[in-house]
């Protein structure tokens, strides 16, 4: 069929172009120049009066004819086009969601008809002007006054000719305007399937090779196409026209015959077709996805959007039909055939789509392109962290979706709430995301939230989009450790203790910007009272503590004695346990035990809470024998009070001190068989000097049996021994009282 056409338009041009030079052979000159002259002031005055006549033409009362479509009478041409268009559907749908495209679909007759009237209408006033031509020649071009005068007619045929390749032209104006458009539809098919496309793309290839109905597919009209184009394309004659910018100037004309006003925008045929054309392949991609969001969805859905607003008509008829689409979805209707997006069995996830569908259908035109384009990019974050396969994971979607949050590199929540505060429809979907979080961190700490006081337990829907971005790494603090601390408790082996497992760094700064935020401090002593009741805490720190933990969460006055500081506090504690994992290793551990007092002594600390969680039986959870750990808390429960008030070279000397009496307890008690490396003169001296700085070490050398006989004198060689008497002895800052207990725990 494509090859026909080429053939038809060869020989009907190489037909004007023959009877052209005949023509123009005969004529001479003078009457060929006098005809082309008048052929082309008929195509001048085709191309302005076209618009009147079609106007004329799709007016005209036609209701005589008694054409009926979908029950109703035709009235004129126009009615009868756009109702043919308006009784497919899904169309039908679409224009009645959008005054822009029933706007355009009105204005669409005009164009078409323009482009081919023109056409006709050049021919019939050509045919027409002949008469014109005839006075002409039977009064200037007489043979009378003709005779004598060369009629140099090879120069009247190459007139001819010229003539002949103008009217060829204007044959071809609606041939060059719509092969223009499947131009474009063929650019856009093999940018599709080129090796170097897109996801995009990929998803192009497998989803419209093959029409599901069993009807043409997408890329066989495509194929189609571009035999029709190339054949046409290489016709001797539009090659011709080709060379010398015809075929240009060809679409040119056709674009300002079909040029209409629509809904105060000037447009025309190929920039909108052209538009249309170019999101078919992604439009097909979401009709044929169930609306299932993942990665294909999504970048379906980008390309269509970039792709529409490229034109002002499209960009308003997506505008129009955005809230349409929201309207019906959030009424549980259909849309176009298509159900609201699927997105989890989950309640209160879909909950944020039914909020977003509710704002969406609100929205103002203005701000709608933006907001689609942030949805866009929360789309991309929630698949690309794979969030859409969490939520609908059954039982496991809460281990999941925290697990997602608590990656390292991970700032999904930080990421959400920039995506979308900006927007006045989608930050009204922030507290649903936000709060189905927290929904999920509930499930994950198996709290049930009483009815009725839901408020307690969530965020406020009311915040703006200034406090959004203030809070945003605030949240992202909060929800990413505690969904840290909760992945590590859930994946830990049953052998493990879960205070050697969880982060109480972790936790503490979670608490602390929980309470420094503006967005989560409402839900925060709820949230606090669920994570320390939990199993995973509730297991390392006493019920009496986590009450001082969770009535210390209103008190901001640093000055107030039951004023926590949470970060501060966890950090110490974990510094120790961290310590205490490591006691029960290393051979020479002082480095690390000064590092760990500095820690629970530091500005901030809450001491009762230090006491309670480095109790004898959390150390030895955390590895300690029994020993040591009973040592090490009553040094914990000794130094919380005796470093205060101290300046820092005092500080210094007593952590010194105990650090030291704490390495030589747990050197012996680490070493399994024989003793420890014998402890030479000068480290005996350096090791009693220490001791005798710390007033703390010494009062429980004296006052604790757990630290009295933590050392265990049997890994102590006798020249250790020795050494050690020798620097008690000659020790001038110990009373006699103070060297007696210091040798009997060293068993000299």
Do not use: C, H
């Not at 939230?449 to 829907?461: A, F, H, L, T």
């Not at 004898?616 to 024998?625: F, I, M, V």
């Not at 265990?712 to 103070?738: P, R, V, W």
């Amino acid at each position: 069929m494509s090859g026909t056409i080429s053939a038809v338009v060869a020989s009907v041009a190489l037909a004007f172009l023959i009877l052209g030079f005949v023509f123009g052979w005969v004529r001479g000159y003078q009457k060929s120049l006098a005809r082309f002259i008048i052929v082309l002031v008929v195509a001048v005055v085709a191309f302005f009066i076209t618009p009147a006549l079609t106007n004329g033409l799709l007016t005209l009362d036609i209701s005589g004819l008694g054409i009926k479509i979908g029950g109703g009478t035709v009235t004129s041409v126009k009615d009868l086009i756009t109702q043919l268009i308006n009784s497919i559907s899904q169309v039908k749908e679409l224009v009645e969601s959008s005054p822009t495209l029933k706007a355009f679909i009105d204005a669409i007759p005009a164009m078409i008809v323009n482009v081919l009237l023109f056409t006709l209408l050049f021919f019939l006033l050509k045919w027409i002007s002949m008469i014109i031509y005839g006075i002409l020649a039977a009064t200037v071009f007489n043979k009378k006054k003709m005779e004598g005068k060369n009629k140099i007619k090879l120069l009247g045929a190459g007139i001819g000719v010229v003539q002949a390749l103008l009217t060829v032209a204007i044959l071809l104006i609606p041939l060059f305007g719509f092969v223009n458009i499947a131009s474009n539809l063929n650019a856009e098919a093999e940018a599709a399937s080129s090796t170097s496309a897109t996801a995009y793309a990929v998803s192009y290839n497998e989803n419209v090779s093959e029409s599901e109905d069993g009807g043409i597919s997408l890329d066989r009209a495509t194929e189609v196409a571009s035999e029709y184009v190339s054949a046409f394309r290489n016709t001797w004659i539009v090659k011709v026209y080709s060379a010398v910018g015809v075929d240009k100037l060809s679409v040119s004309v056709f674009d300002k015959l079909s040029e209409q006003k629509v809904n105060n925008v000037q447009t025309n045929l190929t920039k909108e077709l052209t538009v249309a054309v170019k999101m078919v392949p992604s439009l097909q991609e979401l009709t044929s996805s169930g609306m299932k969001i993942d990665s294909k969805f999504v970048n379906a859905v980008e390309k269509a959007l970039d792709t529409a607003y490229e034109s002002d008509i499209v960009s308003n008829i997506v505008n129009e039909v955005i809230v349409s689409a929201s309207t019906k979805w959030s009424n549980g209707e259909t849309f176009i055939g298509m159900s609201k997006p699927a997105v989890s069995d989950d309640a209160s996830v879909n909950a944020i789509v039914d909020t977003l569908l509710s704002a969406m259908k609100n929205a103002k035109a203005i701000d709608i392109e933006s907001d689609l384009k942030s949805i866009v990019n929360v789309m991309n974050i929630l698949v690309d962290q794979n969030v859409f396969d969490a939520v609908s994971n059954g039982e496991d979607a809460a281990k999941d979706v925290l697990e997602i949050i608590s990656k390292e590199n991970s700032n999904i929540v930080a990421d959400l709430i920039n995506a979308l505060k900006d927007s006045p429809e989608l930050v009204q979907v922030l507290p649903k995301i936000i709060n189905t979080g927290l929904d999920f961190v509930y499930d994950a700490l198996e709290t049930t939230i009483p009815e009725g006081q839901e408020d307690q337990y969530k965020i406020s829907e009311n915040i703006t989009s200034m406090t959004w971005g203030l809070d945003a790494e605030n949240i992202q603090s909060v929800l990413k450790n505690i969904a840290s601390i909760y992945s590590d408790f859930s994946n830990k082996e049953s052998s493990e203790n879960t205070i050697e497992v969880i982060s109480l760094e972790k936790l503490g700064i979670a608490l602390n910007s929980m309470r420094n935020s503006a967005v989560m401090n409402a839900p925060g002593g709820k949230l606090l009272e669920s994570l320390l009741n939990s199993e995973m805490i509730s297991s390392v720190i006493d019920s009496t503590t986590r009450t001082r933990l969770i009535n210390a969460w209103s008190i901001s006055d640093t000055t107030d004695p039951n004023y926590v500081n949470y970060a501060s506090t966890f950090k110490g504690i974990g510094d120790m346990v961290e310590v205490a994992k490591t006691l029960s290793e290393a051979s020479s551990p002082k480095e690390s035990i000064e590092v760990a007092l500095n820690a629970i002594t530091s500005e901030g600390v809450d001491t009762s809470v230090m006491e309670s969680l480095l109790s004898s039986e959390n150390l030895q959870n955390a590895g300690l024998d029994a020993d040591t750990a009973n040592a090490v808390s009553d040094v914990v429960n000794e130094i919380t009070d005796g470093l205060s008030g101290l300046t820092e070279e005092e500080k210094q000397q007593e952590i010194e001190g105990i650090a030291a009496a704490l390495d030589i307890i747990v050197q012996t008690q680490n070493a399994e068989s024989g003793t420890i490396d014998t402890i030479d003169s000068e480290a005996a001296e350096d090791l009693v000097d220490a001791i005798a700085g710390s007033t703390i070490i010494l009062d429980l050398i004296d006052s604790s049996a757990n630290v009295n006989g933590a050392v265990d004198t049997n890994k102590l060689d006798s020249e250790t021994k020795t050494n050690l008497e020798a620097a008690i002895d000659g020790n001038s800052g110990l009373s006699a009282d103070q060297k007696d207990a210091l040798k009997a725990m060293l068993g000299i």
